[in-house]
């Protein structure tokens, strides 16, 4: 019977022992007592009698990444941005806690299109750092470059090699990591909105089919403010999206979106080197792993306070005026930072607070209300305003003139 992990390895990876076993039995996702499909059409259809609320959002990785979604992860080349989500994808395969965030252990698949040989001492590295040597988990790295922009191209050999995973770990892929889009695009152009309409609904296809989450790894455009590079049709199809920024030896992952979650997460981290061994020269060969905060074998956070009513508003308004018109380079604006006129941002929010309705205010109690959001926004250190300007601090504060403090 052919294997096509091991046809895709070409004999350069090992085979690996399988030893792991779901914790749960394998089952995909049961259908509402409800739901039916019709003899005229092949889709599914659910009646509003049988329609509840969804107490349950499937999150793998508690508050970020939710079952058979979409995440972009982005940033600067040499940001960390692979090492970070590696740490990640790792301990979902693994089934620990990351960053004190509980995870549901499943199934990783890991597309290196731009070689395994990174990867490969990746991996070795983190296996190390952790003491998992000799500890079999379900995780896989398929090391070659796919086409995902041409349907009739490697949509299909991709959707039966997580089939064909899926069988033999009695579970579905949890997590599919696309690294990178750029490569995945196969000679498209990243700013067509044909082309990137194309992989996005390849990808939807993927997570439809598999039931997997596909986490695409992208590279941010020359303005970093304005997020990752190629068409904004991108984000919009995005569910979660992380920016990973450097500052020296100091990287960051914020996340800048989320569409069902609560859009709130900072994730400090270094990367610690990691001696693999000697080459055939006798030199050093090294790889790198994420280190944090001290939290044991988890990577270190920094969370953003969790915020509610007017606030979270208010936190969530000034975030979409920075994202659609956010500019730098204004007296008073620590250096690097866009930012929005403070009147935008009391406008906006007004324009989103209702003046009827269970969570209304009249005309009046608005001006009092915002006022309340950004002072406590303030003493947060999320926002800084000075000289009628507001920005995303990012935890640091600043005076009213726009000096750190």
């Given at each position: 019977?052919?294997d096509p992990i ?8 090992p085979r690996?022992r399988?030893?792991?076993?779901p914790t749960?039995?394998?089952s995909r ?13 092949a889709l599914?259809i659910e009646?509003f009698a049988g ?5 349950n959002?499937k999150?793998?990785v ?10 972009v ?5 040499n940001s960390g941005k692979t ?9 979902v395969?693994?089934g620990?806690n ?10 990783v ?6 070689g ?5 001492n990746?991996?070795?590295a983190?296996?190390?750092?952790h003491g ?11 090391p070659?470059?796919?086409?995902l922009?041409?349907?009739e ?5 991709l ?8 069988g033999?770990?009695g579970?579905?892929v949890?997590m599919?990591v696309?690294?990178t ?5 196969a000679?498209g ?6 082309d990137?309409?194309a992989?996005?609904?390849?990808g939807?296809?993927i997570q439809q089919k598999?039931s997997s ?5 992208h590279?941010?455009?020359k303005?970093d403010?304005?997020g ?20 020296g030896?100091?990287?960051?992952a914020?996340v ?6 609560d859009?709130?997460?900072e994730f400090a981290f270094?990367?610690?080197v990691?001696e ?5 020269r006798g ?6 792993v994420v280190?944090?905060s001290?939290e ?7 969370l953003t ?9 208010a936190?969530?308004v000034?975030?979409?005026l920075?994202?659609?018109?956010g ?5 008073g ?6 930012s929005?006129p403070?009147?935008?941002w009391?406008?906006r929010f007004y324009?989103r607070?209702?003046s009827d309705?269970?969570?209304g ?5 608005r001006?009092?209300a915002?006022n309340r959001?950004v002072?406590?926004l303030?003493d947060?250190r999320?926002v ?13 504060t600043?005076d009213q003139?726009?000096?750190q403090?």
């Open positions: 019977m052919d091991r046809d895709a390895y070409e004999g350069n990876l690996p399988l030893r792991w076993r749960v039995a394998y996702p049961e259908q509402s007592a409800q739901r039916d499909t019709p003899a005229t059409s599914p009646f329609m509840g609320a969804s107490l959002a999150d793998f508690e508050g970020l990444l939710i079952e058979a979604a979409m995440s992860v982005y940033g600067q080349s090492f970070w989500l590696l740490d990640m994808a790792l301990h395969a693994a620990l990351w960053n004190g965030r509980e995870v549901t252990q499943g199934p698949i890991w597309i290196a299109m731009e395994a040989y990174g990867i490969r990746r991996v070795e983190w296996k190390r750092h998992m040597a000799g500890v079999e988990i379900p995780f896989a790295v398929i070659v470059a796919l086409n922009l041409n349907p191209a490697d949509i299909s050999p959707i039966s090699t997580l089939d064909y995973v899926r033999k770990f579970a579905d949890k599919t696309v690294d889009l750029s490569r995945a695009i000679g152009n990243e700013n067509s909105p044909e990137m309409g992989l996005v609904t390849n939807t296809q598999t989450h596909v986490c695409w790894i590279h941010s455009g303005d403010a304005k990752a590079r190629g068409h904004s049709l991108l984000r919009a199809a995005t569910d979660t999206e992380i920016e990973i920024t450097a500052d030896a100091q990287h960051m914020r800048s979106k989320q569409r069902e979650l859009c709130a997460g270094t990367l610690q990691v693999l061994g000697v080459n055939e030199k050093p060969v090294t790889s790198c280190a944090g001290g044991g074998h988890t990577a270190g956070a920094v306070p969790r915020l509610k009513g007017h606030v979270r508003r936190l969530d000034l975030h979409d920075l994202a659609e018109s500019k730098g380079g204004f007296a604006v620590p250096s690097g930072l866009p929005v403070e009147e935008w009391r406008e324009d607070t209702v309705g269970k969570d205010l009249k005309q009046d109690s001006r009092a915002f959001a002072s406590e303030q947060k999320l800084g305003v000075g000289k009628g300007r507001v920005w995303s601090s990012k935890g640091q600043f003139t726009g000096n403090t």
